[in-house]
């Protein structure tokens, strides 16, 4: 499996971005994808996952309401669509793939794709 984020950028709090991730495998019903970022000098944290067959979305309580994950099964893409951006956002932006049951746990993800950089300024 091999994952490709794409997305990133700087943009002023309050404002939106769209992240990307270009998923190649042939066995997608099979997976969980997962969005997770990391600040400097912390650990990588869950940001939101979808059930590739189901389309069920779970969210970090912190980003609740202001970020939409979604796939597109034809296009073999997850999205993250992030509103209402605030400084603490700030991070280093991966995709994952998991091919156990929806988790947060980042040790639980198989596949990890290159991550994007987002940076909010305040």
């Known amino acids: 499996v091999q994952l490709q984020a794409s997305g990133g950028g700087l943009v002023q709090a309050g404002g939106s971005l769209r992240l990307s991730c270009a998923a190649f495998?042939?066995?997608?019903?099979?997976?969980?994808m997962g969005w997770f970022r990391q600040a400097p000098g912390k650990e990588r944290k869950f940001v939101a996952a979808?059930?590739?067959?189901?389309?069920?979305?779970y969210y970090a309580d912190s980003v609740k309401g202001r970020f939409t994950i979604s796939r597109d099964k034809f296009k073999n893409m997850v999205y993250l669509q992030m509103n209402s951006l605030k400084p603490e956002d700030t991070a280093v932006y991966y995709c994952?793939?998991?091919?156990?049951?929806?988790?947060?746990?980042?040790?639980?993800?198989?596949?990890w794709g290159q991550g994007t950089q987002v940076t909010v300024s305040s």
């Open positions: 994952a793939a998991c091919r156990n049951a929806p988790t947060t746990d980042p040790r639980a993800y198989d596949y």
């Open positions: 979808i059930s590739w067959s189901s389309g069920t979305a």
């Open positions: 495998t042939r066995t997608w019903s099979m997976y969980v």
